[in-house]
């Protein structure tokens, strides 16, 4: 009966209707039109039967969570989905559930055969969507970790590829990636060959944040090959790019981690000090373990550059410090610690041998390499300073002895600390020793005698002056 149904679905009729439509839904709102009216039927309560785009849903939903178990089965039904299947919205589904089983099983050659198999699909939906879902792919297969070569080869096949489909924003995006790529493989000069046309075409589209990522690349090219007034002007530009538009946390904190880089390169390791904290409160909000301790690292070596390696031990043991203390990369900071301690106890044996046990995280440090020579002469005047502070005189050769260092390099060292007045004695060359002097206090007796007779001084010649007017 028409109406007794219409009556269990709560219609709220205004005129009688010619004909009834009932509508299976979880939540129904139906208009059914006559000559003169209409009615309004809502009904709110789950019902068993489910859409077919659900349906879809929860086929590869189901794959999914068979893949805990079962993996190649899963893998191999979401492919015939992606190779069988029609509908756009399930496609899609299974290419993105594939992607991230590949890309957290490192199985990367599968993951570059899927690249390439889903590019007719493309076609298929929007050139936005699309993108989307190529960087996607290659950024799960970034994460494989596999050969850096391999990634580079795939980056470029994809440009190829984007340049004969005419995909001018995903060419951008991938080319950012391959001047990533090109940074971490450290050549250097096929990332700045990528970059420097890359930033042109992103002025002129005005592409203000992936125009910054760019020049934040362009710059750490530059220091890396020692170019520091290309590195900085790289940065300066980035900067100031980046004040016109709203820069996420990630790409804020990777820009103050390069300001530090650069001024601690110019020797203000104070300004560099705050950069790096900056950076890592910044890397510590967003979840990003490993830069953030790169940044508690160089906020260590700043410390240990001002010669405050007693503040060392109240940074590691503070709030946000702490939990870094512990894990896979808890060997960078035991590493600073290491060279903070040395720089105490004003030992170059003990910072050699941090050297040594920790060449990874130190020598291996582009950053920290290119401070290593000057933290060594640091390190080797406070060492010497140490060892002659008990004595009035000493040969060289007992220096030498006790420093573990050959003669030719401790004389000519000595002789340049007496030269820059941070020795205060004289190298005897014909007895072999050298003969320090007791450190002198200046009398102000004396300065204050010689600054009373120049202003009377003063004071005499503009009497006289006057008295000459006055003839």
Known sequence: DPVSRAQKLKIETFEKPAVVIAVVSCTVKVTIMTGSGAVMAQKHSKMETSPDGNQDEDEVEKLVAKAEQHLEEAITGLLQIVEKENEVKKVEAAITQLAILFGKNNRAKELSELIKQVRPFLAKVSKAKGGKLVRHLIDQFLQTGGDIEEQVALCLECIE?????????????LQIMLAGLYLKAKRYQDCLSVAHPLIKELKRLDDKLQLVEV??????????????????????????????VYCPPKMQANLDIQSGITHAQEH?????????????E??????????????????????????????VPSILSGKLALKYSTGPNASMLAAMRAVA???LKRSLEMFEKALEEYKEELSDDVIIQSHVDM???????????????PYSAIEIDQIAKLIKLPRDVVEPKLSQMILDKKLNGILDQG????????????????????????HTGQVVEALYKKAKKLK
Do not use: H
């Open 375 to 389: 933290m060594y002469e640091t390190m080797l005047q406070s060492n010497l300073c140490r060892i002659v502070e």
């Open 215 to 244: 020049q934040l690349m362009e710059s750490r090219a530059y220091y890396a090959l020692s170019n520091y007034p290309k590195s900085r002007a790289a940065l300066v530009s980035a900067r100031t790019t980046a004040n016109g």
């Open 161 to 173: 590829w984007t340049n004969t489909e005419k995909r001018r924003f995903l060419r951008q995006a």
């Open 431 to 454: 007895v072999g020793c050298l003969e320090i002097f007791e450190s002198v206090q200046n009398d102000a007796t004396y300065a204050a005698a010689i600054e009373t007779i120049q």
């Open 268 to 280: 203000d390791f104070k300004t560099a000090f705050s950069y790096f904290y900056e950076a890592f």
């Open 282 to 311: 910044g890397f510590d909000s967003t979840d990003m373990t490993k830069d953030a301790v790169s940044s508690l690292k160089y906020m260590l070596l700043c410390k240990i550059m001002l010669e405050k390696a007693d503040d």
């Open 341 to 343: 301690t040395a720089n």
